[in-house]
């Protein structure tokens, strides 16, 4: 019996795992709401026929809101440039919300108007932004002080391939927004600004072996909502990468501002290095059909418990499900949301306002939930705790 | 008494380093032709006054055979796209040539023109080509047999700045073009061919520290000359930059292919990865006024001596030259001609026809001409001579 309804605004490779993920249990009705027919397909297919698609523009507000009326939960899975608008006009309809988006925006702007609306939407809920804030909170709650929060985060091909040793499982663009972007961390208290791909330092890490960690912008609501004294994020590749990147970078491939050159004709035209580059880029930095990926977070924590140094170190590593084909940036970035809107169907959470992941992290059974959760689908999280 | 009268083609970096040499020598009367009038200015103060300029088309033989058939001897440095329609036309008015061109065009073909002319041109007399044929003519003459030559050659900034630790003492785009043609070697007495930016090995060189060597096509015309069944060129940069170069290469922003992008109206446009790189690279690859390079310079053979095994090996390492500023690249690839252009001068080279460098290896007097005279200036080379 369906009783309970699901709107999952996106059809992409995470909405389609989302979809795959809750559909799989008969008390949800889900529905999948996407522009292009043949996402929709896909997460038809995903859903073994156990769940309804409809095709809609999800960058007008106005469809979202008349999908969105009837659900108990929506979640979404849309590209991060439609994603405040989504988390706007879900508020809007007062219904609870689960967003992966990555939107640029500050999505807390958002939080009076949920709050007002009384309506619980949780944002950045993927691997990381998501779990990691979620771990960066337990991390907060559990040390006294927490001194120092460390996060690295990589989405990786399991086949390294020269040069560059490295594929997108989500937007190429959004990776070299990543690669230009300044990056803020936070030390002694204050929010300093690190230019990207700097600090790049060789990390091992079990299962993968030596990768390299640089400074990017992941940090986000962290930043505002845990007084930590030393918080960074930092991405993770193959070794040799970031300095590659580098050099295109600071030779100027990335540059948004035209150039001019000369066209095919012999005339002077305009253009602009980064869509020179995303063109030339893109087709190597995609994943093939079945083509293996893996994701790996570290979260490393250090304070004082009951006095005594300790550090606390959550690992996880997470490979594409061959059974399903699902990648494992889809499955680590959907689940940590399909696990939250149970979540909040159970009322386990319900708290109004806009809440980044770290917000959840004082309730206990919010966390084993997620974790839990995580653990029956596979994807392994492994906690060390070590004190001085 | 200024009686010889020398012609020099191109008031380059190269061409204004021949007329400081040969302008020196009251004996020469020195002209440079160039249409550039800003580079003979240049070519003018290299001379003290001691040599004339004319404001010339070199890309126009008949303007190159007016001004050549009065010399008694012409020198060559012209892009190397000027070069083989120069050459040909100091054959017809049958002047004997020296020339540093480089050209793409396969500069024996013009043999029988010189030969039936009388006419003595020596071509590719650099430093490498030039120099570096040479020694390897050398190499081939004392050992028997001759078995392996191995030359290596970089032109290289003094202060090494990530991310290419490079700068183009020459044209950029033959440095590019050399990163994409396809190497010739010899192995086996066959010549067979790799891919440029191959073979990528650190060597150890004194003066300078490791560098990497790896395969680009510069054995030229000794493939044909020399019955050496191992022979190979490798260029030298700091390590580093060839794996840089290939990923610039593989990722495509080498081919001169169009690809379309949009252009800054929006419009779709053609446009050469190539003509982008170009752009973005040539401003950061270009040498300050008075920054200083290098060049090395490494000649390895092995065969036998008195059935001896046996190595030969020369080692050069030039310096910009503070006192005139002349570049270590212009130095050493001016110097080589400059002392040929003597030699013929004092019939020491008479030999009719297109002769590449090793075919001047014969001759002891030649060879110590040309060493001692480098030696004079100041580029020394050193010897080693290792027998088992």
Chains 1, 2 share one sequence.
Request: glycine share 8%.
């Amino acid at each position: 019996m369906a009783s309970t309804r699901v709107l999952i605004l996106g059809a992409g490779m995470v909405g389609g795992v989302m979809a795959m993920d809750l559909a799989s249990e008969r008390r949800f009705r889900v529905t999948v709401a996407d522009a292009s027919a043949e996402a929709l397909q896909r997460a038809k297919a995903r859903m073994h026929g156990r769940g309804a698609t409809v095709q809609a523009d999800c960058s007008n507000p106005k469809e979202i809101k008349a999908l969105a009326a009837s659900a108990d939960v929506v979640l979404g899975a849309l590209p991060s440039r439609l994603g405040f608008a989504a988390l706007r006009a879900v508020i809007e309809v007062e219904r609870p919300y689960v967003d992966i988006s990555f939107m640029a925006e500050e999505a807390l702007d958002l939080d009076r108007l949920a709050k007002k609306r009384g309506v619980t939407a949780v944002v950045d809920m993927g691997v990381a932004p998501g779990l990691s804030n979620l771990l960066a909170g337990v991390a907060a709650r559990e040390l006294s002080p927490c001194r120092t929060i460390d996060i690295m985060v990589g989405g990786l091909p399991v086949e390294r391939r020269l040069p560059f040793e490295y594929k997108a499982a989500f937007s190429p663009s959004d990776v070299i927004e990543e690669y230009t972007r300044p990056a803020r961390l936070v030390e002694g208290g204050q929010v300093v600004v690190r230019e990207a791909l700097s600090g790049i330092e060789p990390v091992d890490l079990p299962g993968v072996g030596t990768l390299e960690a640089f400074n990017t912008d992941g940090l986000r609501s962290l930043v505002r909502t845990l007084k930590v004294p030393t918080m960074r994020e930092r991405t993770l590749r193959y070794p040799g990468h970031a300095t590659l990147m580098k050099a295109f970078r600071d030779a100027g491939f990335f540059d948004p501002t035209p150039i001019m050159v000369r066209g095919v004709d012999g005339q002077s035209v305009g253009v602009r290095p980064l869509d020179v580059t995303h063109r030339l880029l893109f087709p190597k930095w995609s994943y093939g059909p079945g083509e293996r990926d893996l994701t790996v977070l570290r979260v490393e924590a250090t304070g004082l418990v009951d006095r005594r140094e300790t550090t606390l170190r959550w690992d996880l590593l997470d490979h594409l499900d061959e059974s399903t084909s699902a990648t494992s940036m889809a499955r680590t970035t959907a689940f940590p949301a399909t696990l939250v809107a149970r979540l909040i169907l159970s009322g386990k959470i319900d708290a109004p306002g806009v809440l980044p992941p770290e917000r959840l992290a004082d309730s206990g059974p919010v966390v084993e939930g997620i974790l839990d959760g995580l653990r029956k689908r596979g994807v392994n999280l492994s906690f060390e705790v070590t004190s001085e």
